[in-house]
């Protein structure tokens, strides 16, 4: 039986990633896939006719463009298209749109604050200059402060001095910036209500938190750190859908000589001496190989794929306690013609950007109190895109694909699992909020997929159906994720890695857990490194 | 008239108490000036009805810094010393904590609590050395700065690899996680909870709910006491002391606003026009009303001004007082738990659920509520035979939606006693007089802006070196002259005289420095 010098299990963004690293240092590298496609959460489904659904996640703005470029991600057909802004419709009628154009913004917000529209000026400053702090230090594995090595006690003297040229007020900002809600974050910067509303789902997008938890500041910045041909902030839409992005990477994998095997879910990875051998798939095959490397969440990993004797106790027990959180469900509708929303203007540019509906800070904080009482959001937080407007190969000429992100749906209800009714009656919830600003909305529906975490879960692997592979909270960043004392890409058994958003930086379309793991990986096999550094910035 | 000090303090709360003591003990001459008739503060005894007296805002004595008592010679006279504490269940199977035990829990809950205290009073032994010296400024040369810093950081090494990742874990997170991952039982979880929010804006699964629970142990462990005479008498010994050591006590005497002449501090003018003049002013005051209202913005820069705006410090604690014909029938107590806290968060979703309409502006309608019996040990608070309850009650947010007025606050105070007599039926039959302190009244009563026990929530973004706000965290404000004492700096809240006793000594090592 052959044996490989490498298996990494998930063919999701970050699995292929690692795979493709390795692939280039001349390992040789099988990537296994449960299901029949590749891309976990980053895929393009043809659910209904000819409709190309990015049936999870929908847009990529924190792919890191390192990545991309070392990868050349474009010679195998990775194209991302910018866009940006988004609107809030207001219950009285109105709406509140964001642009990316900072003359149009202004005036846009003058509409209501003059005060506000001012104050965008240092808002957008100060929160870009959080974002560049801590972009250094995603393409760089965390440092555990608890270590004496000299890698560990180097990387912590760097983060401490960058953190010391900041100067004393911005330290102390960004020490509150990391520790305060988005709610409290906002209100520093706005008086207009509808205006804190539309900027703080980037706050609890993924999460289960509400806007009014310390530590969501931190998390709108996760969203803002996105980069699309250096634009700050901006996002994108890749052209043929999410699945582009994996199907890209895995190009690479293979012109690197990389084998993709689909279809061969992973029962169990097999552990002999303290350490692993390789992995038995669910048809009974076995393959081997002296590193096994898991982009599977690490609950899965090591509770359902492992045996806990093989386990420090310790550690056993905080990855049960790791907190991941099914608090996201995701619509996607096929439409037979654009829908129209009578309170934009004819002709305004917003039908491209993202789509909110809630237009108060208290609605959002009542969205949550709904998923903390184990249900979903009766009035939900929706971010509503038609990418097709950008990106016409999704959808038949004249037709339209409509992706709808709805925070907060929870994993299981009151702790029960979801009966088909009650998906139909979340999903209306969704739809009908909709259908307040557009009237025609209704009957322009061809097809609609309802995806609760519950069947995020059960389609892809990810528990709780957790956009993030687990919450961004402070006690699970950084150092921290996802263990303390693991956190940098080596589990306590030899050869056994993980490279999924449980690692350090965490979720998001961003390929930096995958990219770090391959260079800690390639560190001790001692093979030249292939993964690129950060380029820093500005 | 005008008169001449070394040093001014503005409030006679048991801070600036505490602090004017030091200070005359280090040579100084001090005068306190306070605007009510006691002193105190929020650290009064009060009759609210007639022959009734109670501890009109705090009622537990927890907090006190041993650091604090050894140097002022300070041993106040308890009625209750670690007193435990029963966590109420409807069905009267009641749980009972005290510092190390828990019992009426499963032997599991209760052998997880012992690891969980030993674990919290660790880490909240390494949290005290903190809270009792000045925060270390960030970014600066000085020396003693970046020892502390060394320090701290050296201390947090030193629990051990597995201690200190623990720590590091913990100290951002929410209470509700860990308690959830640790114990089954209900009045368990829920008695944490609410050890972790009360007096804050918090709720359970607020992220670094572990960090203000921690806080509330580092007094000593969390140990609970009341004092004889009520929280009045701390207050009374205090200003007592205060007086030996030489300090001036001025009270009916309300500060109008701090005098400044030349972009220095000179002195302070009280509300009938006199001058009492001194290069070093202490505000006991909150920070907002200090800057704001004594001071005046105009003194201070535009951005340091903008930062005091932004202080957060609603307070949402409620307190009640109940004077009792009798003691009332709690299902499941014997006549010795009134020498206990009794507390209502039967479990941890309880506790959640009453901080949600907290959010909205909104009371809670199933209030968490902490009780203590002080007259059933102390007899000289009531009439013979009779009894007080006190009670702190959350939430009540200060911003209640169309303002607090007496029929919000009597809406309120129904729907809190009929809390209590879910667990104490025959409560109603037994009162013969009420009093409910809602935060807008402890504003107005006690001169904290918002009602807030900590003067300044305490969250991590207004903590350690943040607290109250940069530029100001070690007590002395951008002005020359002026400096903070109160709980709205480090450390915090709650009956501890910690805030006082740093402030003295960071004015006095300036003084020996100057």
Known sequence: MKTYDAIVVGAGHNGLTTAAFLARAGLDVVCVEKNDYIGGAAVSRNLYEDWIYSNCSYVCSLLRPEIYRALELHKHGLQVTPYGGSVTFMENGDYFGSYHDAEVAYREMARFSRHDADAYKSYSADTMRQCRFIREFLLSTAPDPTSFKPSDIRELVKIGRKFLEMGEDRMYETIRFWTMSVAEYLDEYYETDVIKAAFSGSGIIGT??????????????????????????????????????????????????????????????????????????????????????????????????????????????????????????????????????????????????????????????????????????????????????????????????????????????????????????????????????????????????????????????????????????????????????????????????????????????????????????????????????????? | MTDAYDAIVVGAGHNGLVCATLLAKGGMSVLVLEANEQVGGAAVTREFADGYSVSACAHLLYQLQPAVQTELGFEPELACDSMATVSLAADGRHVRLTANAATGVSEDDGREYRAFRKRMNRFSDLLRTYLNKP???????????????????????????????????????????????????????????????????????????????????????????????????????????????????????????????????????????????????????????????????????????????????????????LALDGLPTFEGLEKKDFAERLVIAPDEHYVERAFNPAKYGECSREPVVEMAFPSFRDPTLAPAGKHVLSAVVQYAPYGLKGGWDAAASDAFKRSVIGTIAKYAPDIEQRITASELLTPADIEGQFHIGGGHWHHAELTLDQFLFVRPLSGAAQYRMPIDGLYLCGAGTHPGGGVSGAAGRNAARSILSRRGGA
Not at chain 1, 297 to 322: G, H, S, W
Not at chain 2, 198 to 206: A, D, I, V, Y
Not at chain 2, 260 to 282: A, F, K, Q, Y
Request: charged content about 25%.
């Open chain 2, 135 to 321: 925060p270390p400024r960030l970014g600066t040369k000085d020396r003693g700065d970046v020892m502390t810093l060394a320090q701290l950081g050296f201390d947090i090494r030193r629990l051990g690899k597995t201690e200190m990742r623990e720590f590091l874990r913990l100290i951002g997170m929410n209470i509700h996680d860990e308690l959830v991952e640790r114990f089954e039982s209900g009045p368990l979880k829920g008695a944490l909870s609410l050890d972790a929010v009360l007096g804050t804006h918090l709720g359970p699964r607020s992220p670094n709910t572990i960090m203000t629970y921690l806080y509330r142990l580092a007094g000593n462990h969390g140990r609970l006491a009341l004092p004889k005479g009520g929280m009045g008498a701390v207050s009374d010994e205090l200003a007592h002391l205060a007086r030996t050591a030489g300090v001036t006590i001025r009270t009916n005497a309300p500060v109008q606003r701090i005098v400044v002449r030349n972009g220095r501090v000179v002195g302070v003018e009280t509300s009938d026009g006199e001058r009492h003049e001194s290069l070093t002013v202490i505000s006991n005051a909150d920070p907002k009303r200090t800057v704001m209202e004594l001071l005046g913005a105009r003194h201070v820069e535009t951005g340091f001004a903008r930062r005091v705006q932004h202080l957060r410090g609603s307070g949402n604690a409620a307190k009640l007082h």
């Open chain 1, 208 to 538: 289960a938190l509400g806007i009014h938890s310390p530590g969501t500041a931190y998390v709108l910045l996760h969203h803002y750190m996105g980069e699309v041909d250096g634009n700050v902030g901006s996002w994108g839409f890749a052209r043929g859908g999410m699945g582009a992005v994996s199907n890209s990477i895995a190009g690479a994998f293979r012109a690197a000589g990389g084998e993709l095997r689909t279809e061969a879910g992973v029962d169990r990875i097999v552990v002999q001496g303290g350490k692993v051998t390789g992995v038995a798939l669910e048809n009974g095959d076995e393959i081997s190989a002296g590193v096994v490397v898991s982009a599977m969440d690490v609950k899965r990993t090591f509770i359902n794929c492992m045996d806990e004797k093989d386990l420090p106790a310790a550690f056993y027990r905080r990855v049960q306690n790791f907190k991941i959180r099914g608090s996201s469900g995701k619509l996607n509708i096929a439409l037979d013609g654009l829908p129209t929303f009578p309170a934009l203007p004819e002709g305004s540019s917003l039908i491209h950007s993202d789509m909110h509906f809630i237009d108060s800070m208290e609605r959002m904080e009542r969205a949550y109190d709904d998923w903390k009482a184990g249900t979903w959001s009766q009035d939900p937080y929706v971010d509503m895109l038609i990418p097709t407007l950008n990106d016409p190969t999704m959808a038949p000429p004249g037709k339209h694909f409509m992706s709808c992100f709805v925070q907060y749906c929870p994993h299981q209800l009151e702790g029960r699992r979801w009966t088909d009714e009650e998906r139909d009656a979340f999903g209306r919830t969704v739809i009908d909020q909709i259908a307040n600003y557009s009237p025609d909305f209704k009957d322009l529906i061809l097809h609609v997929e309802v995806r609760t975490p519950q069947d995020i879960e059960e389609q892809i692997g990810i528990t709780e159906g957790n956009i993030f592979h687990g919450e961004l909270t402070m006690d699970q960043l950084l150092f921290n994720r996802p263990v303390p004392g693991y956190a940098q890409y080596r589990a306590p058994v030899g050869g056994l890695y993980l490279c999924g958003s449980s690692t350090h930086p965490g979720g998001g379309v961003m390929a930096a857990p995958g990219a770090n793991a391959a260079r800690e990986i390639l560190a001790d096999l001692k093979r030249p490194n292939t993964v690129p550094e950060n380029f820093g910035d500005d």
